[in-house]
């Protein structure tokens, strides 16, 4: 039984910073791409930053500069360092990766039940 679990979540003033952690467990053999998305009320669920079992990464447009994704494969986790936060940033953070549970079994998507971020006055 595969689980992700997210945290850091909170309420943090424009400026602030907070990092986003989220644990895989379960029967994993490897983990490919391990990746954070966001979805504020009213929109749609959008990729925030992405990273590959290799370390390459990429982010949104509008998070570039601020935010950095990082990923330890050992402890199977990845992070979301988030600097300078706006307004904008309010959203659901959901932690989504593409893993496989044996050597020759297909890989599947896997999704976590999301930490809110919350950028406030």
């Known amino acids: 039984q595969v689980q992700l679990v997210e945290s850091g979540g909170g309420l943090v003033q424009p400026g602030g910073s907070l990092r986003l952690s989220c644990a895989a467990s379960?029967?994993?053999?490897?983990?490919?791409?391990m990746d954070w998305y966001r979805q504020a009320p009213g929109k749609q669920r959008e990729l925030v930053a992405a990273?590959?079992?290799?370390?390459?990464?990429n982010y949104a447009d509008s998070v570039k500069g601020r935010f950095t994704i990082s990923r330890d494969n050992a402890k199977k986790m990845v992070y979301l360092q988030m600097n300078s936060l706006k307004f904008e940033d309010t959203a659901v953070y959901y932690c989504?990766?593409?893993?496989?549970?044996?050597?020759?079994?297909?890989?599947?998507?896997?999704w976590g039940q999301g930490t809110q971020v919350t950028v406030s006055s």
């Open positions: 989504h990766a593409d893993l496989s549970s044996s050597l020759y079994g297909y890989s599947n998507d896997y």
């Open positions: 379960g029967r994993i053999f490897r983990i490919n791409a």
């Open positions: 990273v590959t079992s290799g370390g390459s990464a």
